[in-house]
């Protein structure tokens, strides 16, 4: 698709402009909103940050998940039926991690405006009943890319692992089967996308997260087995769809925390790979897996399938230098093939609409650093 240079994305996330806020704030309070207003405000709003990745040297863009509230993952709440929410808790889980530096996570979640969240409970048969809230995402970016000369659109969705990491079942006999209803019913929300001529990115960052939360002091076969049973689901809901315009991006979680109990990409790199997704936008900037480049130098990218390697860290307000980029590309482009890699940043920046990781003109800085370092790296590639 890029033919001699290699092409830019992201992961879909964006810092949101304090106007979207306001209406989001509104409508989450219940306030009386004008919907036709709203609707109007987003379509411009998503127009102009498609102009803003544009100007970036953003290649394949994203609305910036401006349609999406509460987060990347619990938007889709909104989106199902026979789930519901209950026992409202607080955010984040006792993991490993922050079990070994409680003193720093009671200092910094209550800096992280994250909305509560309880356990969703299967009461019934689940459905998707998100097919207006969709359109709208699926309008707006194709509105907002019309004029412009960007090489493709995407979408992030998120997948059934993510949807529901924590879950009751009232209704499906086991968890196979009720990860595997969820995922008939997300598959409308995947195809969906996929049938307006975008690209679909399934978000699954979750399925890591988990493995610090709940797996790091078991045997790591007992978390292969989990994960293995919800990549089945995820196959289930991909079956028959175009692998060439679906992405499946995972990461450790979009905290900017130490993440040292984080399970080793090497030890879930043949299961991942099994993902029947075109390409795997995978963490590989932050400094905590910026070494697990080397993985790609044993593990087999499966034929016809790409690399979107975070060359760029939602974690840190620096800036990556153009020939850090460029470095990072270069080194994994000549395991894999040239051909085979688009640049792409470790995780969104904002985790939610409350929640940006860095500053927004920091973000979009970080963009311009990726084009110009993707430039270095084709020429680089490239040279006869």
Known sequence: MS?????????????????????????????????????????????????????????????????????????????????????????????????????????????????????????????????????????????????????????????????????????????????????????????????????????????????DVAFADQPIENYRKWVAMRIAALNHALRGLPEEKIRYHLCWGSFNTPHTTDVALSAIVDLVTTVKAGAYCLEMANPRHEHEWRVWEKAKLPEGRKLIPGVISHATNIVEHPELVAERLVRLAKIVGRENILAGTDCGFAQTPYTPRVHPSIMWAKLEALAEGAAIASKELWKK
């Open 3 to 211: 033919g001699n240079r290699i092409l830019t994305t992201h992961v879909g996330s964006l810092a949101r402009p304090e106007g979207l806020l306001d209406w989001m704030g509104a409508i989450e309070k219940h306030v009386a909103v004008d919907d036709a207003a709203f609707d109007a405000y987003l379509a411009k709003a998503v127009a102009e940050v498609v102009r803003q990745q544009e100007k970036a040297g953003v290649d394949i863009v994203s609305d910036g998940e401006f349609g999406k509230f509460r987060s990347w993952s619990f938007y889709v709440i909104d989106r199902l039926g026979g789930i519901e929410e209950r026992a409202v808790t607080t955010p984040g889980g006792q993991g490993k991690d922050q079990k070994k530096f409680p003193e720093f996570y009671a200092q910094y979640f209550p800096t992280q405006k994250l909305p509560k969240r309880g356990v969703f409970t299967c009461v019934g048969p689940v459905t998707y009943k998100g097919q207006a809230a969709i359109k709208r995402d699926i309008d707006h970016l194709k509105a907002g890319m019309a004029g412009t000369k960007v090489a493709g659109g995407f979408l992030p969705v998120v997948a059934p692992a993510s949807a529901v990491p924590s879950h009751a079942n009232e209704y499906y006999k086991n968890d196979e089967e009720f990860f595997f209803a969820l995922a008939d019913a997300l598959r409308e929300e995947y195809k969906a996308v996929i049938d307006a001529g975008l690209f679909v990115q399934i978000d699954d960052a979750f399925l890591p997260y988990m493995y």
